[in-house]
C-alpha cells in the first residue's frame, strides 16, 4: 500500500534536505540481565543469541524536500519517535543510511541535555553549542533567547531550581532561536502553558512559514491535514503509505476503525470546568456552554432522526489583544467513530466578540440527518487559523436518537427515486 504521491504531492528537488536508504533499526531485547553477560563474553564465540530481536524500523526509505512539512502517523510502537531520533542523529542506524543537510533542532524531550547543576545561561551556551552555534552566534542571539523565554530574573541560577514549565520555556527558546533549517517536533505544536504556549505556537508556525524543512509527529490526524504537504504513515516499523495528507489520513483513519471494538459503550459526560472570566495574557478560555434540541436544553438529550435541531452555544473569554478565536465541535458515535464536525475557520464565519474580548457563537445543525444511536460531542476553542487549541471540553453532552424507520448506518443522506 505504498504510495509516494507523486501526482498530486510537490515536486522534490535533486538534493533533499533529509534523504533515508533502506533505514532500519533494531533492538536486542534480554529476558534476564544475565542474558546481557552471556551474550558480551559467549555470544560470538558459541555463535548464540542470549536476546531477541525487536525492529523497531525496517526497511524505510524516504526523501523530504527543503522546505517540506512531513507529517507521521502511526499507533504507539510503529516506529515514529525512532525514526525521529534517527533523524536527529541520537540514534545511529542499524543497517541502511540517513542523510540530512543543515542545522537540525528537536522539539523531543526539551531540556534533556541540561545540566541541573549549570545555570540557565551556561546551559543556554552549552545546550546551543551541542546545535551547532560557535560562540559568536550564540553572544548574538542570547538575549532574544533570554527574552522569549521570560526567565530572565532567574538565568543566573541552576536550573535544578527552575520549575517545569520555566525548564522547557529555555528549552524551547534555546532549540528555536538556533535558526534551523530542520525541525523535528514529537507531537506537540505548542509547549508550556497560558501565553508562552501561544508564543511557542506563533513561533513553529513563523518557522514554516520561512520556508524551514519540518518534521512533525502526532496521532492528532486533524493538524497532519492542516499543516503537512506530505505524510508518512508507519505501520510496525514499515512505511505503509507515503502521499498528501488526505489520502494518508483517510486510510490510516479506516485502518484504526477496522480494529475498533464493536458496540464499546459511551464515554461518560465530562462538566466544564471552570473557568476565570478574564484569562491570562496570550489565552483564551470556554466560559460557558449551552445545547439545546427541540426547545429542551442540557447534558442528556433525545433527539429525533431527521426531525429534531441540535444547537450548540459556546461563550469565551478571551484575550482582547490576541485575534478573535475559533470553534471547533465534534460529533461521536458511541464506537468511537467521528461521525461529523465543524469548525468556524472551516466555514469562513468570524466569530464576534466585545472590547473585553467575550464573545459567543451558535452552531446549528438543522433536521439532524443521524440515525439512531448514542452520539457525544467534543468542544474545542482554537486560535484564529484553528490550529493552536487554547482550551476544550471533550464529552460535554450526550444525546440519544431515535427513528421510526428501519434506515440503517449513522447518517440519513438525501435521496430520491425513479423508474427506469
Known amino acids: 500500500m505504498l504510495s509516494n504521491g507523486s501526482s498530486d504531492g510537490p515536486s522534490r528537488p535533486a538534493t533533499p534536505a533529509i534523504r533515508a536508504e533502506a533505514l532500519s533499526k533494531c533492538y536486542q531485547l534480554y529476558d534476564r540481565p544475565a542474558d546481557r ?93 551541542i546545535l551547532g552555534l560557535t560562540g559568536p552566534e550564540i553572544d548574538e542571539r542570547y538575549e532574544d533567547i533570554v527574552e522569549f523565554s521570560g526567565v530572565r530574573d532567574f538565568i543566573e541560577q541552576p536550573v ?17 532561536c538556533v535558526d534551523p533549517d530542520i525541525l523535528v517536533i514529537d507531537e506537540a505544536l505548542s509547549v508550556g502553558d ?6 511557542s505556537f506563533d513561533r513553529i508556525m513563523a518557522l514554516k512559514e520561512a520556508g524551514k524543512t519540518i518534521l512533525f509527529c502526532s496521532h492528532a490526524t486533524y493538524y497532519i491535514e492542516a499543516m503537512c504537504t506530505r505524510a508518512l504513515w508507519l505501520r510496525d516499523g514499515r512505511a505503509e503509505m507515503v502521499d498528501v495528507p488526505g489520502r494518508v489520513v483517510a486510510a490510516y483513519g479506516a485502518f484504526l476503525e477496522s480494529g475498533r471494538v464493536q458496540g464499546a459503550s459511551a464515554p461518560s459526560v465530562h462538566s466544564l470546568a471552570a473557568a476565570p472570566a478574564t484569562p491570562p495574557a496570550g489565552t483564551a478560555r470556554i466560559t460557558g456552554v449551552a445545547v439545546r434540541a427541540d426547545g429542551r436544553a442540557g447534558t442528556r438529550l433525545a433527539l429525533r432522526s431527521g426531525k429534531s435541531t441540535l444547537e450548540i452555544t459556546m461563550s469565551f473569554a478571551s484575550d482582547p489583544a490576541l485575534p478573535a478565536p475559533s470553534i ?23 466569530i464576534g ?10 452552531l446549528v445543525f438543522p433536521s439532524l440527518p443521524l440515525l439512531k444511536g448514542e452520539y457525544t460531542l467534543n468542544l474545542f476553542l482554537f486560535c484564529e487559523r484553528g490550529l493552536h487549541m487554547y482550551d476544550y471540553a471533550l464529552c460535554y453532552a450526550g444525546f440519544e436518537v431515535s427513528q421510526r424507520d428501519l434506515e440503517q448506518g449513522l447518517v440519513s443522506l438525501p435521496h430520491r427515486w425513479r423508474n427506469g
Not at 460529533?331 to 468511537?336: A, D, F, N, V
Not at 466578540?353 to 451558535?362: F, I, K, P, V
Open 37 to 129: 553477560l552471556r551474550q558480551g563474553l559467549w555470544g560470538r564465540v558459541l555463535g548464540r543469541r542470549y536476546y531477541r530481536e525487536f525492529w523497531a524500523l525496517h526497511d524505510v526509505s524516504l526523501e523530504v524536500a527543503p522546505g517540506e512539512v512531513l507529517g507521521i502517523v502511526g499507533r504507539n510502537g510503529a516506529g515514529k519517535s525512532t525514526l525521529l531520533q534517527l533523524v536527529c542523529g541520537t540514534l545511529t542506524p542499524t543497517s541502511g543510511s540517513i542523510e540530512t543537510r543543515g542545522r537540525i533542532a528537536a522539539l523531543l524531550e526539551l531540556g534533556a541535555g541540561f545540566n541541573p547543576e549549570f545555570s540557565g545561561r551556561e546551559n543556554v551556551y552549552m545546550a546551543a553549542s
Open 194 to 199: 497560558g501565553e508562552f504556549a501561544r508564543k
Open 328 to 350: 471547533g465541535v465534534g460529533i461521536i458515535h458511541s464506537s468511537g467513530i467521528v461521525v461529523a464536525s465543524a469548525g468556524s475557520v472551516n466555514d469562513g464565519f468570524v
Open 160 to 176: 535544578k531550581t527552575y520549575s517545569s514549565g520555566m525548564y522547557v520555556r529555555l528549552a524551547f527558546s534555546v532549540a528555536t
Open 353 to 362: 466578540r466585545d472590547g473585553r474580548g467575550n464573545g459567543e457563537a451558535t
